[in-house]
């Protein structure tokens, strides 16, 4: 008797650890692409030089699905929240938290002199599944922009 107890006590703890190990195998969302509107206007990343002007006060990030093999995600992701400071030299003068990666930088703008840089860093992105969930992209990429006048 104590033996089948044992037995059953070793069954039963195979079957639960088996569960647990096949609901914890989900796919991680794959890694969006981001793209950066400073008044309307794209920012292109892949070039050499990335320069924002004093009179960009309007920032806006979206963020896409482009790989083929994510066929379970929507297209889009959604950006949670994205902070801009402003950075001269090595010190920073100031910063900006941005809801839903859209707002204003225009508190920003108005400090920012030639050789500054924006430092931006998105937080909360995520992305949607098929089926309506919503999953954390483990991603807080952090981008430089520097100022001209």
Do not use: H
């Amino acid at each position: 008797m104590k033996r089948l107890g044992s037995l059953l006590l070793c069954l039963l703890l195979s079957t639960n650890l088996l569960a647990q190990g096949t609901t914890n195998q989900v796919s991680k969302p794959p890694k969006p692409q981001l793209f950066l509107s400073l008044n309307n206007r794209t920012i292109d990343f892949g070039r050499q030089d990335v320069f924002a002007s004093k009179t960009d006060t309007l920032m806006a990030w979206q963020g896409k699905i482009t790989d083929a093999a994510s066929k379970s995600y929507a297209p889009y992701v959604t950006i949670g929240e994205v902070v801009v400071s402003l950075v001269r030299d090595s010190r920073r003068v100031g910063f900006v938290s941005l809801a839903n990666g859209t707002g204003s930088i225009a508190s920003l703008a108005a400090q920012a002199r030639s050789g500054d840089r924006y430092v931006i860093q998105l937080d909360k992105i995520t992305a949607e599944t098929r089926n309506g969930v919503k999953e954390t992209i483990d991603l807080q990429p952090v981008y430089l922009v520097s100022i001209r006048l």
